[in-house]
């Protein structure tokens, strides 16, 4: 009886298979956005938010100037900065206000979303666009989090053989006030 590692395997199956049919073209963009912008912010809400958390977390360990949407220390935003939105809808208000003020400000705007034709969609300068997963079950946005984790883990990978980074280069800067 392995009811929990079944369904375990099952959520991975169905996260690699929606990672597969994401086009390398739109990450190695998205990379190349980030190795050219001085700052990026990123965004999103409830679980979303957290995998762009975690993001900024791997992005601040590059040494790389990162700011999470609403943080009290978050800066100014200008033009030759980056935002980064992860929205799996490209419908949720809190991130699509914040890309709508960004793309006032002249900043880039990328959408991680399932949604391409969504008020996100129609914002972002660029998408990385994954498909949502044909089996709908009650646990469908556990499935979305877990690619956008992945996706989002691929493109650190890529952002530390860029910069000629190592593991030990984030280890260093890894946090030690927790």
């Known amino acids: ?44 809400a409830g679980r ?13 360990q590059m040494g790389r100037q990162v700011h999470v949407v609403g943080d009290e220390t978050t800066p100014r935003m200008d033009e030759r900065d ?3 939105v992860c929205s799996i809808s490209g419908r949720t208000q809190g991130p699509l206000l914040w ?22 969609g129609d914002l972002a300068h ?16 556990s499935t ?3 690619a956008l984790l992945l996706i989002l883990d691929g493109i650190s990978r890529a952002l ?3 910069l000629g980074l190592t593991e030990n280069d984030l280890l260093n ?3 030690n006030l927790e």
Do not use: W, Y
């Open 1 to 44: 009886m392995n009811e929990i590692k079944d369904q375990i395997q099952k959520e991975a199956k169905s996260a690699e298979n929606l990672c597969s049919q994401v086009l390398e073209k739109d990450l190695q963009d998205l990379v190349r956005r980030i190795l050219r912008s001085p700052r990026i912010f990123v965004t999103g």
């Open 48 to 60: 979303s938010g957290l995998m762009a958390k975690a993001f900024a977390m791997r992005l601040a």
């Open 82 to 84: 980056l935002l980064l």
């Open 99 to 120: 890309a709508r003020i960004a793309s006032e400000l002249g900043a880039s705007v990328i959408a991680l979303t399932c949604r391409k034709d969504s008020p996100l």
């Open 126 to 141: 660029h998408i990385v666009l994954f498909p949502e997963p044909e089996d709908k079950g009650p646990v469908l946005a």
């Open 144 to 146: 979305m989090e877990l």
């Open 160 to 162: 530390l053989d860029q």
């Open 173 to 175: 800067r890894h946090a």
